[in-house]
């Protein structure tokens, strides 16, 4: 079997997880909320705002800072966001742990 079969594997077996099917559920529910999309988006564009003036050596604007604090509140009250940050975490330490599994085995490997 190749290393891509492998993978495919792999991929499929997370998919099995119920860390995976919650943060998949949780994306759905986000896109039947037209509320929380609305506050994702105006904090992806205050935020691309900041990181520009940034990147540009301009003065940041204390106007998109306290926006960008005042939706990152919003954000944290929003039950939909919530969860899906949520479920978000809970699948990362799935993969984290995934990674972590192929580095110790392949760093065994090398000590052999």
């Known amino acids: 079997m190749s290393i891509s079969e492998k993978a ?14 919650d943060l998949k559920s949780a994306e759905a529910k986000l896109k039947l909320d037209p509320a929380a999309q609305d506050l994702i988006n105006d904090f992806q564009q205050k935020q691309e705002q900041l ?24 954000m944290q009250e929003n039950e ?27 760093s065994s490997e090398e000590s052999e």
């Open 8 to 21: 495919m594997e792999l991929a499929e077996e997370i998919k099995q997880t119920q860390e995976y099917e």
């Open 51 to 74: 990181q520009t003036a940034q990147q540009s050596g301009e003065a940041v604007d204390q106007n998109v800072v306290q926006s960008l604090q005042s939706l990152q509140g919003q």
């Open 80 to 106: 939909t966001i919530k969860n899906l940050m949520e479920a978000q975490q809970q699948f990362d330490q799935v993969m984290k742990q995934v990674n972590e599994t192929v580095t110790q085995a392949l």
